[in-house]
């Protein structure tokens, strides 16, 4: 029997490519990352559907407690494509990203198991299309923003006390969740406290998860409270 790493490193037995094509995707709307990773472009949303006024059914799979094995919703809902796809029937999943942090951790993968499993599990575990890698920068860009303006004068009067707005990384790191950034010297910064959160919980990520498109994206990230003044 092969081993769990074996099988993370299966390609998948389609190109992405072809997937799409079944699913009615248009080719223009498809962005590859090489042969088995794909995104799909936001005017996939405004085009008619390839099905026409054909009736689908959703089906929500939430709140499961996984067993012991790890059988919980992302196995479940991949049997269940399996099963309907055995039946013939046109079926398309929709699962969460997995994050590295749990991914490196006691809860593992998102991809399933046993013969319930999306493939290439090691590419769709780690790192992806990068997108985790992308919030992660922009929610630290931000960070770094309001420090640097903290040592250049603090024009905007801001309380060192009442920054609400964390840095994040995509690793389970105990050590880094409360810290005391800006040692090291005048040259270095303002010494404050901080902390860091896992990706996942990012509120850049929150955003992006409920943006209906770019300009609601926008209009989000420029509410966003970043700290309080004295």
Same mark, same amino acid.
């Given at each position: 029997m092969p081993s769990s790493l074996d099988r993370a490193s299966v390609p998948?037995?389609?190109p992405i490519a072809h997937v799409a094509e079944r699913l009615g995707v248009h080719e223009d709307d498809?962005?590859?990352?090489?042969?088995?990773? *794909?995104? =799909?472009?936001?005017d996939a949303l405004s085009r008619s559907s390839p099905l026409g006024s054909t009736r689908r059914k959703l089906v929500l799979v939430s709140a499961i407690t996984p067993t012991p094995a790890g059988e919980g919703k992302t196995t479940t809902s991949i049997g269940l494509g399996q099963a309907f796809s055995a039946l013939g029937e046109s079926v398309c999943l929709a699962l969460r990203e997995p994050s590295m942090g749990p991914c490196l951790g006691l809860k593992g993968g998102a991809t399933g198991g046993g013969q319930s499993r999306l493939t290439p599990a090691d590419r769709i575990n780690l790192h992806?299309?990068?997108d985790f890698h992308a919030i992660t920068s922009a929610h630290?860009?931000? *960070?770094? =923003?309001?420090?640097?303006?903290?040592?250049?004068?603090?024009?905007l009067d801001i309380d060192p006390r009442r920054v609400v707005w964390p840095r994040v990384l995509d690793l389970n790191e105990r050590a880094l969740r409360d810290v005391v950034i800006g040692l090291g010297g005048v040259g270095q910064g303002v010494p404050r406290e901080a902390s860091f959160d896992i990706t996942a919980a990012s509120e850049v990520m929150a955003m992006l998860c409920l943006a209906e498109g770019l300009d609601d994206l926008r209009a989000r990230l420029e509410r966003v409270v970043v700290a309080y003044t004295r």
């Open positions: 998948a037995s389609l498809v962005v590859l990352f090489g042969r088995d990773v *794909a995104k =799909l472009s936001l992806f299309t990068g630290n860009l931000l *960070a770094s =923003l309001v420090d640097n303006h903290l040592h250049f004068g603090n024009a």
